[in-house]
């Protein structure tokens, strides 16, 4: 019996006892008198939250956010500048550089010769947007976009930038936006998970893309994003083995369930249903999985827009493909990555492939959601995590160059989802260097991601160790002049 | 001792009284000097004082004939020093606060009303303290005297926080909330409905006609026109040089900093809104509405004047018993609010297996509150439309890649919300929707991609229905055709022992695979189609382009399978492989498995085995003498990197080894400078012999040639396979 008392206390963590304890010393009235909510472990009942259902009626309802891995040089592909031409070659003045911090790669350059794109631009559309000739397709759904110029960030660095786009905080073991949005909005479609992960990568200089980014931090864990990867079996481990047979696995549910709830009846924890609905899910995504990743049922029309590479799994093409089939089946936030975008050196060779990879799919997302009236309701975001610099790293020559991290300014652009379309807006100054108007800090960004989905990024919080967490940390205020 | 002390305080408060007197008498006339503002500026740190000491006093004052108290020795004295205490210290307060008075900015009806209700607090306190002890003061005279006292002190208390905290302070956040009604854009003035406002909210508090800091007063146009005592507030149409910009815009540690530290600070839209209207001359009495489109004025006011949210549609039912909301969600569907205290709800179905027309019939208890509803790839009849009917209230209907017809599309006439209908990949006839549409009052899309209907069809509605759109889709017939991707290699491994099934593919549908095996280029007419029959029984490069009607051929691409008839039964390596590039040590060779180029690949750490001090000494044995006539290692050539062929390549063989004689020697051709990375079997050939043991000497080159970067240093040899046949 000593033994049995033992482990059961063992089993006790430290929070849920005391939480548990709490609560006795709350009905002894002598909760009031501490520190209001000190030991309340989850801030599942916060200020009247409930999670999963929108503050207020959302323009969107799903994001997909195809995320340019590496950061995306601006100055090739949307901000056009040719007065950086006209400056080839030139140091950049100091008032223009500011005391802004640079990477370990270019602190010790000596020179910082200014450094015009190597490729040319039009403007298109109604809205006479500047688009590159790297990115045809995109040049033609200009007027569906709205192309933000002037995103900053506070990272100079991949991997913190990356993470403050996704969780708000450079030091990551925060829930990643999907995360969020999964707690603020549940599921819509219960067979699917509401959050998912694709990967590819391009031909140019890669960074590294890690799990962490799609973690659920101290939310609950059916928040983790799920990675969907090439292979035969897109999600890991949900095949059934050999020689099991669906009857066999739904008593094999069924049996455990009733183990797993014998066990939760003991404990009381409620990891343990959370374990059990995932077990679940599991069983259900069996069937619905399958059924999402075929893509040989898709018509030529389809293969010819997102183009045929969308049928190689693993390629952008293909992902943007899934995205969208994803998504059309409910799962609130797909997440792609697209690696290679970290241009240093040998910039024109590379973004120049980087940007064929990805135009034709990314325009073709657009494209598709609006011809199955989907656009309306579907957000779709474009971007890296910082900028590049208007100056080259490393040697200029006469068709060569490269370019350093940038946080000053970097542009994204915006689909769909509620935010207005064939828009510009923010413009940095004549050397691409700094804002000069409108500047969008990447927590105003994911305020204003928030609001479209119907949460105000102030409310949707949650309590861990004593504080009240957001996306947006501490700051932020939504976008109004890019809402529709 | 006692006494002493209270007769001081008593002569105190007289020369006060005269003192006071005399400051109200020749008020207009003094000039403080700087030295004594300090002690002015006081007064709202000492006010309190008195406040609470008269209050005290007073309340015992009016106590003070009851029974009780009347005999009670230590109430009389203590009531009598509180109460002396009390005149003191608002007779100091008084004096410091008629001293601030003087300075500039306090002018107006509410400081005059505050120093007469304070120097009231003062005589009243003397008129009791001095009077208290004469016969005539009875109870009745001290208990008015009492609440006299109290009221005033509520007044002077009033005003003077009216002074320093504004009219509104208390009730401020109140009238803020009401305050939201917003004013219509086209009545919207530029001064009162855009600039005022600001005024209002960051300025006024102290630029008031009561408190009048700088001598300036910002609450109506005439005053603002007149400026203060810095001069005049601006120039009109000069925003750079205007006082009211050059003051907000200076540093906040700025003394002279407008607000002042502290106080609330103007925003940036706010800033830019005055200095526009600087800009645009100042004027009073212009409307927003006419003021240029282009102008930014307007267009950041018009941002202030559209309705706080774009007038949602306001649902007028009830919403729906939670548990029957609850009860309705299973697997399949998904029955959710739209938002916190929306009675609205949307509706989603999954799952093509698991869908009947019941899943519909279900819902009618919530059949008011759907107003969105998600088919979207389901088995969905024409019949079962008159089941989407009941949902009286819905907005938008996603019916895409169901199997509607369009017959059943005037079911749907009498949703008269309907505003977004979904149609894309059915089979809809225009014949069955090219009357329907009229029909239908708010519907304002329509997407009708992938359906039967033309372009002409689908123009000809776009007439007919003007205030829909109709949402056509890419069609990839029209568009510029585009280049197929190159086929792709199926077979688990391109290493086999005696022949191989091709399997090469290409992802998309009715693809034609044209191949050579003579190193051509594969052309649409000549070259054999590629069929799953095709084997290979060789070592063989299949050269293979994608053709398909209206797409351009794809890239040539190139499949290399080895033969390897002959797998070793043991193996092993005489020297170290180079520490760096172990691979799976002498089983890499016969592993079957091939490395890349990529070296971030785990393909590339697995699969190549490196040399560079030792030379490959590779000694395979077979159980049984085999017949082979040749050798060959696949390697990796990559000059930039300094990954060269071997130098040499022995091959030597026999019965045992104690027994072996040089077969053959090879000598590779070196790359030249700049020549292209590639993987390539070097290959031995020999007469036919039978051996049981067989030696693979190869040696790193090694001394890198001169016109190398790293020349005269020895290379890098990588082998991922041996091929013995």
């Not at chain 1, 957000?379 to 590049?388: N, P, S």
């Not at chain 2, 007028?316 to 029957?324: L, M, S, V, Y």
Request: net charge positive; proline share 6%; hydrophobic share 40%.
């Amino acid at each position: 019996m000593e033994k049995e008392i033992l482990e059961h206390g063992l089993n006790f963590n430290r929070r849920r006892f005391l939480s548990r304890l709490s609560l006795g010393l709350g009905s002894a009235a002598l909760g009031s008198l501490l520190v209001p909510d000190l030991f309340r472990g989850s801030g599942a009942d916060e200020e009247g939250f409930t999670p999963s259902i929108p503050h207020f009626a959302p323009k969107a309802k799903r994001v997909i956010y195809l995320f340019q891995n590496g950061a995306p040089s601006q100055q090739e592909l949307f901000d056009y500048k040719p007065r950086l031409r006209e400056l080839m070659g030139q140091e950049i003045p100091p008032s223009v550089r500011g005391a802004q911090r640079l990477t370990g790669m270019t602190a010790n350059q000596k020179e910082f010769p200014l450094v015009g794109s190597f490729v040319d631009f039009k403007q298109y559309g109604q809205s006479r947007a500047w688009v590159s000739d790297l990115l045809p397709y995109t040049a033609k759904i200009v007027d569906d976009l709205c192309i933000v110029k002037s995103m900053y960030t506070e990272a100079i660095n991949h991997d913190p930038a990356l993470t403050f786009l996704q969780t708000g905080s450079q030091q990551g073991n925060r829930p990643s936006m999907g995360s969020w949005l999964s707690y603020g909005l549940g599921n819509e479609n219960k067979n699917l998970p509401n959050f998912t992960v694709l990967l590819s990568r391009g031909i140019g200089n890669g960074q590294g893309v890690y799990s962490k980014l799609w973690s659920n931090g101290f939310l609950d864990s059916i928040h983790q994003g799920v990675q969907f990867s090439k292979g035969e079996d897109p999600v890991l481990y949900l095949r059934d083995p050999e020689g099991m047979n669906r009857q066999e696995r739904r008593a094999m549910l069924d049996n455990l369930a009733q183990l797993n709830d014998l066990s939760y009846q003991e404990f009381g924890d409620p990891e343990i249903t959370a374990k059990v609905k995932q077990y679940e899910m599991a069983y259900r995504m069996q069937t619905a999985v399958p059924d999402v990743m075929d893509l040989s049922k898709e018509s030529d029309d389809i293969i010819k827009l997102y183009g045929p590479d969308c049928l190689v799994p693993g390629t952008f093409a293909a992902n943007c493909l899934l995205a969208r089939k994803l998504s059309e089946n409910g799962v609130r936030f797909v997440q792609l990555y697209h690696q290679g975008w970290d241009q240093h050196g040998n910039l024109p060779f590379e973004i120049a492939k980087q940007a064929k990879d990805v135009d034709q799919a990314s325009a073709a997302l657009v494209t598709d959601l609006k011809q199955r009236g989907l656009l309306d309701e579907t957000l779709v975001i474009w971007g890296g995590e910082f900028g590049r610099t208007s100056y080259t790293q490393g040697k200029l020559t006469k068709d060569n160059y490269g370019r350093d991290h940038h946080p000053r300014c970097f542009t994204i652009w915006m689909a769909g989802g509620g935010i207005k379309p064939g828009m510009v807006y923010g413009e940095t100054d004549e050397m691409g260097y700094n804002i000069a108007t409108n500047p969008v800090h990447v927590h105003d960004f994911q305020a204003t991601v928030l609001h479209q989905l119907g949460l105000n990024h102030e409310k949707l919080i949650f309590k861990h160790m004593g504080r009240r967490y957001r996306l947006t940390d501490v700051s932020g205020k939504v976008i109004n002049d890019i809402i529709a | 001792m006692r006494n002493k002390v209270i007769g001081l305080a008593e002569r105190g408060l007289f020369a006060s009284a005269v003192f006071i007197l005399f400051l109200l008498l020749f008020e207009s006339r003094l000039e403080i000097p700087v030295w004594l503002q300090p002690v002015g500026r006081m007064h709202p740190l000492l006010l309190h004082f008195p406040l609470v000491i008269l209050l005290l006093a007073v309340g015992m004052e009016a106590f003070r004939f009851n029974k009780v108290y009347a005999t009670n020795d230590f109430y009389q004295v203590f009531s009598s020093n509180l109460l002396l205490a009390g005149a003191l210290s608002a007779a100091i307060t008084v004096i410091m606060g008629l001293l601030l008075a003087t300075e500039p900015g306090y002018t107006g009806s509410v400081v005059q009303w505050h120093k007469w209700a304070g120097v009231s607090v003062f005589l009243v306190a003397c008129f009791i303290y001095w009077f208290r002890t004469k016969p005539w003061y009875n109870r009745a005279i001290a208990q008015t005297g009492a609440a006299c006292m109290g009221l005033i002190l509520i007044g002077a208390g009033h005003y003077g926080s009216v002074i320093t905290h504004g009219a509104d302070f208390i009730t401020e956040p109140i009238i803020k909330t009401q305050r939201a009604a917003p004013v219509d854009f086209q009545q919207a003035m530029v001064f009162n409905d855009v600039i005022k406002p600001i005024f209002e909210q960051k300025c006024t508090t102290c630029h008031n006609p009561d408190k009048l800091k700088g001598e300036l007063n910002l609450t109506n146009a005439e005053a603002i026109r007149q400026g203060g005592k810095s001069g005049k507030l601006f120039v009109p149409g000069k925003p750079d040089v205007s006082l009211l910009l050059r003051r907000i815009h200076l540093s906040t540690t700025e003394k002279k900093h407008m607000p002042p530290s502290g106080r609330a600070q103007l925003t940036t839209a706010e800033i830019r809104l005055l200095s526009l209207w600087v800009k645009g001359s100042a004027a009073f009495d212009k409307r927003v509405a006419d003021l240029p489109v282009t102008d930014s004025l307007r267009f950041m006011a018009a941002a202030m004047f559209k309705p706080a949210e774009a007038a949602k549609p306001e649902f007028t039912f009830d919403a729906a018993d939670d548990e029957t909301v609850k009860k309705l969600n299973t697997d399949y569907r998904t029955v959710a609010a739209l938002a916190r205290e929306s009675p609205a709800l949307a509706v989603n179905l999954y799952n093509k297996a698991a869908y009947s027309p019941n899943q519909l019939r279900e819902l009618s208890p919530v059949k008011t509150q759907v107003v969105s509803l998600n088919l979207t790839k389901l088995p969905v009849k024409d019949a079962d439309l008159s089941l989407v009917g009941q949902f009286e209230n819905i907005q938008k209907l996603d019916l895409n890649f169901t199997d509607i017809t369009g017959k059943g599309l005037k079911e749907l006439v009498p949703l008269k919300h309907l505003e977004s209908l979904t149609l894309s990949g059915t089979k809809v006839a225009y014949t069955d929707v090219r009357d329907q549409f009229r029909a239908f009052k708010n519907l304002k899309t329509v997407t009708l991609w992938e359906t039967p209907l033309t372009d002409t069809e689908i123009s000809q509605l776009k007439k007919a229905n003007p205030k829909i759109t109709f949402i056509a889709g890419f069609d990839g017939d029209k568009s510029a055709p585009i280049k197929l991707n190159p086929p792709q290699v199926r077979n688990s491994s391109v290493i086999f022992s005696q022949q191989l099934p091709l399997k090469i593919i290409h992802p998309i549908r009715g693809v034609e695979l044209r191949y050579t095996t003579d190193g051509s280029v594969p052309d649409s007419i000549h070259s054999a189609i590629l069929t799953s029959q095709k084997m290979v029984d060789q070592s063989t490069s299949v050269n293979v382009k994608a053709y398909k009607p209206g797409w351009f051929s794809s890239d040539v691409a190139t499949f290399t399978f080895y033969k390897s008839a002959y797998k070793p039964d043991s193996v092993r390596l005489l020297l170290p492989l180079n520490p760096v590039h172990q691979a799976a040590g002498a089983h890499t060779f016969f592993d079957r498995k091939l490395g890349t180029f990529n070296a971030n690949s785990p393909a590339w750490a697995n699969n190549w085995a490196g040399f560079r001090k030792n030379d490959m000494v590779l000694v395979s044995l077979f159980d049984k003498p085999v017949s082979l006539s040749s050798v060959a290692l696949r390697v990796m050539i990559e000059e930039e990197t300094s990954i060269f062929p071997p130098g040499t390549i022995e091959i030597w063989g026999g019965e045992n080894e104690g027994n072996l004689r040089k077969l053959t020697t090879l000598t590779p051709d070196m790359p030249v400078k700049k020549s292209p990375h590639e993987l390539k079997a070097l290959v031995t050939s020999f007469s036919p012999q039978s051996v049981s043991c067989l030696k693979i000497i190869a040696r790193p080159l090694k001394e890198i040639p001169a016109w190398h970067p790293n020349k005269g240093k020895q290379a890098l040899l990588l082998v991922d396979e041996v091929f013995i046949n």
